[in-house]
């Protein structure tokens, strides 16, 4: 991110209890993927509804990114993080750590936030378009 330092609470946002009637999150979430995000996109779409979540949107650039934003409820967290993963994508540290973090306290907390919302945007580029992947799995600027 251009030597920008973010926090890795940044991307997470306790949403307002008023907006949905109860307490919940929201994410944003980044990844890289081998595939066309469009594709990759169109397939998440089957997933998210197939473990009991609503796509709320989708969007597609013809710059190889792609996003979607979607919503489930905290105890389908897991299933939703093993998704993304099964889809190829390349989560950034970030994300990974924002998923881990609403995983590891949903686990704790169940009985209380099993049916609280979670609302995710996730916005997905095709690898390579934002530079050259090092061994380590970062990815470091083109030079030209």
């Known amino acids: 991110m251009g ?6 609470w940044e991307g997470v946002e306790e949403i307002a209890e008023e907006r949905w009637g ?6 944003n979430l980044a990844a890289l993927c081998s595939e066309d995000a469009a594709r990759t996109v169109r397939f998440l779409t089957g997933a998210v509804i197939a473990c009991g979540g609503y796509v709320l949107s989708r969007r597609f650039d013809a710059e190889q990114t792609a996003a979607i934003e979607f ?7 897991v ?3 093993s998704v993304l993963i099964a889809a190829g ?3 950034t540290a970030q994300s990974h750590m924002i998923l881990s973090t609403l995983c590891q306290c949903t686990r704790e907390t169940l009985e209380m936030t099993a049916s ?13 378009t934002l530079g050259q992947r090092d061994p380590g799995g970062s990815t470091a600027p083109r030079v030209a």
Do not use: H, N, Q
């Open 3 to 8: 030597g920008e330092e973010v926090s890795d």
């Open 71 to 77: 919503e489930f409820i905290r105890a389908t967290c």
């Open 22 to 27: 109860k307490k919940g999150w929201e994410l």
């Open 89 to 91: 994508l390349e989560l």
């Open 79 to 81: 299933e939703m993080y």
């Open 116 to 128: 609280d919302p979670v609302r995710v945007e996730l916005v997905i580029r095709k690898a390579g």
